[in-house]
């Protein structure tokens, strides 16, 4: 659910529903609703939502589980060094 998505992506960067509300440029209230599943973010702020958390609107509506890492810009040894800590990520679980 959206709903869930919202709030664990918001608590995994450690940041307040009031923080979050700044930045999307809404209230704190919104960002309850949204929380709460009261309310659905307009399409124009499910952009800005994949924009801050750098995620895709098909992860935030849970129609694909996978998330991106976005390396535009990164050099190449900047890229297999994210790819590095990843796989060593994924080799701790």
Known sequence: MIADKIRELREARGITQASLARSLGQ??????SYEQGLSVPSVSTLVELCKFF???????????DSTNIRVTGLEPDEIALVYNIVEKIRGNK
């Open 54 to 64: 750098n995620v895709s609107a098909d992860y935030l509506l849970e129609l694909d």
């Open 27 to 32: 209230t704190r209230n919104s960002v309850n």
